[in-house]
């Protein structure tokens, strides 16, 4: 059968592009001719055009800038760089850009199902009706299969009622995170499946080769890695878990997040492909990162998982690596946790997922 895939991959974030690649190939093992839609995510919310449009403007018209700004967009295209390099290789992208729901309609009428997924397409802060089929009639919603989604947050509240109209429309439903099924039969009053995020649900071969195809020079023969999406306060452990003196504190630098971790060496350009080579090589992770947190456990490093948001926070996401580490059995690595490793439920719920999209595509 003919899948196309509608996720997200804007935003240069290493989890969100390795989740893209996952879902098309899953399908495809399958059996499956799959493509994923090029979807310009930013047409549902303009404001994140302007930035990247002013920051591009800037770089290659060399305007007289000051070092740390012109160092910054020096860092910014590198790693674009990188991440197009990536999609390119990799990724099965239709030839058009979809940019609104009308293009998407068109797009659509080329498959027979559609694969919304993963990531956080239903999180009500970066609510897009498009990831809910919306851009099809209701009758043809059907076609419409969500393969782990993340709602983001753990705040019934935030759903606004559109979401729910649109959740309610959908002939099927599954989540990424229990929290957020238990929101999603709140809303629907439907029972949800928790299935695995895409990136465990592929072949470790896949993720070494792709690996070793990226390899850059390492900055020592014994590092530890970091990988940090937000700025919470707690990072001021930092210091107590950098561990051994002559190990040296390697941070993997993004340039549209902010903080800074007291680091060694900034690997900055680094994209999707290098950033598992570097997990891989590492001697130890420390990170906030879901995705992260994943390669760590799938190359079998050490790790240490910092929880990204504070207790209460009505954004918070913290949820979602509790119910990673539940699945993987590695409780005792988030840091402060008195919680012992449990067995784990990753080979079960990766059958349950994988019958969960054969059932659905059939």
């Known amino acids: 059968m003919n899948i196309g895939v509608l996720t997200r991959r804007y935003g ?58 012109r160092a910054y967009l020096t860092h910014r295209i ?83 009622d559109r979401e729910t109209e649109l959740l309610n429309a959908l002939s099927v439903l599954s989540c990424r995170e229990k929290e957020g099924a238990d929101i999603i039969n709140k809303l629907t009053g439907r029972t949800v499946p928790v299935v695995l995020d895409p990136t465990l649900m592929i072949d470790f071969d896949v993720w070494e080769s792709i690996a070793n195809a990226h390899q850059i020079e390492l900055p020592a023969d014994e590092y530890i890695l970091t990988y940090f999406l937000g700025n919470n306060e707690g990072y001021s452990i930092m210091d107590e878990l950098k561990g051994e003196k002559d190990c040296p504190l390697v941070n993997v630098a993004m340039f549209n997040k902010p903080f800074k971790v007291k680091s060694a060496i900034d690997m900055k350009d680094v994209g999707p492909g290098e950033f598992l080579y570097l997990i891989k090589n590492a001697k130890r992770v420390i990170t906030d990162s879901f995705h992260a947190t994943i390669f760590s456990w799938v190359f079998e490093r050490e790790m240490t998982i910092i929880e990204r948001f504070k207790n209460g926070e009505k954004q918070g996401q913290n949820s979602r690596i509790h119910t990673l580490v539940s699945v993987l059995g590695c409780e005792s690595k988030i840091y402060g946790s008195s919680e012992q490793d449990s067995p784990g439920k990753y080979q079960d719920l990766k059958k349950a997922s994988l019958e969960y999209l054969i059932n659905n595509l059939s």
């Not at 493509?35 to 930035?51: F, T, V």
């Not at 199902?113 to 851009?135: C, E, H, M, R, T």
């Not at 009639?137 to 076609?143: F, G, H, P, Q």
């Open 78 to 160: 590198k790693q674009e760089r990188r991440f197009q390099k990536f999609e390119k290789n990799y990724m099965p992208l239709t030839e058009v850009m979809c940019r609104n729901g009308n293009s998407l309609r068109k797009q659509s009428l080329g498959y027979d199902w559609i694969v919304v997924g993963s990531d956080q397409i239903w999180n009500p802060y970066l609510f897009d009706p498009n990831y809910f089929g919306a851009f099809l009639s209701k009758d043809d919603r059907s076609k419409i299969i969500p393969y782990a989604p993340s709602i983001g947050t753990s705040d019934l509240s935030a759903i606004p």
């Open 12 to 69: 240069f974030n290493m989890g969100s592009s390795l989740q893209a690649f996952a879902i098309a190939k899953l399908v495809e093992t399958l059996g499956h001719d799959v493509q994923i839609i090029d979807y310009d995510e930013s047409s549902a919310h303009i404001a994140w055009k302007i930035r990247p449009m002013v920051e591009h403007f800037q770089y290659n018209v060399r305007l007289p800038l000051w070092d740390g700004k």
